[in-house]
C-alpha cells in the first residue's frame, strides 16, 4: 500500500474541488515551496516536488478520474500517472508554466491560446437610450455602429492584391516565441511578426496593411419587454473585426430608460400620483388615472381619503423580463390645498371649521392631545 500523502491533501483542497481552485491552490503553494525561494531547503524541495506531482494528477480528468478511483495505485507499475523519472521536481515545465502563463498573461491583459486568439477583434459599446413605454412593449430598434471591418481590397489579409502574408521564421506562425530559464519556460510575443504569426511584405494600398478600415454599419437590436436601466444586450460577432482574418468581437448594447411625466419604476411595479382636491377626498369620488399600455383605470376614492393613501393595481406595472409575471401599479393620492381663494371661499371655509365636530380631524386633534402631555409633562 503507498505511502504517498493524499494529492488533495497535499494541494489543502476538498474532493470535488474545481479546476480553478485546484490550480490557484497549486499556485500559491509552488511559489512558496520553490526552490529559488529556500535556497539550501531540502524540506521544501521535496515539498515541492509533492505539490507539482499532485498537480500534474489532478488537473487531467482522465488521471484525476483513476485516483479518485483506485488512489495512488492507479500509477504504480508504470500505469501511466506521475512521471517516475525526467525533472527532479516532476512535470513542472507542463504543470506550473501554464498556471505561470495564466497569472502573467491576465496581468498584462493577454489571452491563452497562442497567436490565434490575439487575433480576436475588439469588443464594442453602444449606449441606447428607450422610452419606458419601449421598456413595457419592447422594441426592435435600428443602430448605426462606427466599427472597424475587414478591408474590402485585401479581404482582410493586410496584402496587396496578388500577394500573400508570409508566415514568420522567427516564430514559424505561433505568434509567439518561447526561451527556458532555469525551471521556468517564457513565453513571450514575437517581436518580428507582433503575434500575428505572418509578416506582409507587399501592404495593401486601402489599409496599409491593417487588415481592417473604418465603416458605419446599420444593425437591428431586438429589446425585449421588461429591460431595466442598464441592461445589457450581446450581439456576439458584432463588434471590431479580427486582425488577418481573426474572429470578429461582440457588441454589447447598454440601455437607459428614460424618465416618464407621469409614473416612476420600481422593479415591476410603477407609482403614479394623482392630485384630488381636498373637497374630493373629504367627500369621496372617483377618478381616472392612466395605465402605462395607454389605457384607463377608475379608482374609488372613500370618504376621509388622506394624503398619501396608496390603491393597488393588480397586473398593471412592467412585465417581468422573460417571465409571464407582470408587476402592480400604484396610485398615491395628493391631496392638493387650494391657493388664490375669493372673499366668499375663504368665508364659507371659516363657516366651515366653526362647524366642523370633535372629531372630524383624528390625526390633528390625536397631536394636540400629545402635545399637551408632553408640555405638561416638562412644565
Known sequence: MSNKRCYYETLECERGASVEVLKSAYRKLAMRFHPDKNPGDH????????????????????????????????????????????????????????VFEDFFGEMMGGRRGGGRRQNRGQDLRYNLEITLEEAFKGKAAKIKVPTAVACETCSGSGAEPGHSPETCTACNGHGKV?????????????????????????????????????????????????????????????????????????????????????????????????????????????????????????????EGAQPGKQFRLRGKGMPVLRSSQVGDLYVELAVETPVKLNKKQKELLREFE???????????????????????GTA
Open 178 to 302: 518561447r526561451a527556458a530559464q532555469g525551471f521556468f519556460t517564457i513565453e513571450r510575443t514575437c517581436a518580428s511578426c507582433r503575434g500575428a504569426g505572418k509578416i506582409v511584405r507587399h501592404p495593401c494600398k486601402a489599409c496599409k496593411g491593417a487588415g481592417l478600415t473604418q465603416k458605419e454599419r446599420n444593425l437591428s437590436v431586438d429589446v425585449p419587454a421588461g429591460v431595466e436601466e442598464g441592461t445589457r444586450i450581446r450581439l456576439s460577432g458584432e463588434g471590431a473585426a479580427g486582425l488577418n482574418g481573426g474572429p470578429a468581437g461582440d457588441l454589447y448594447i447598454f440601455l437607459s430608460v428614460a424618465e416618464h411625466p407621469l409614473f416612476q419604476r420600481d422593479g415591476a411595479d410603477l407609482h403614479c400620483r394623482a392630485p384630488v382636491s381636498f373637497v374630493a377626498a373629504a367627500l369621496g369620488g372617483a377618478i381616472e388615472v392612466p395605465t402605462l399600455d395607454g389605457g384607463r383605470v377608475k379608482v374609488t376614492i372613500p
Open 354 to 376: 366653526k362647524l366642523s365636530d370633535k372629531g372630524s380631524q383624528p390625526e390633528s386633534e390625536s397631536f394636540m392631545s400629545r402635545l399637551k402631555e408632553f408640555w405638561s
Open 43 to 98: 524540506t521544501a524541495e521535496v515539498k515541492f516536488k509533492e505539490i507539482n506531482e499532485a498537480y500534474d494528477v489532478l488537473k487531467d480528468d482522465q488521471k484525476r478520474a483513476a485516483y479518485d478511483r483506485f488512489g495512488h495505485a492507479a500509477f504504480e507499475n508504470g500505469m501511466g500517472g506521475a512521471r517516475a523519472g525526467g525533472h527532479p521536481f516532476g512535470d513542472f515545465a507542463g504543470s506550473f508554466s501554464d
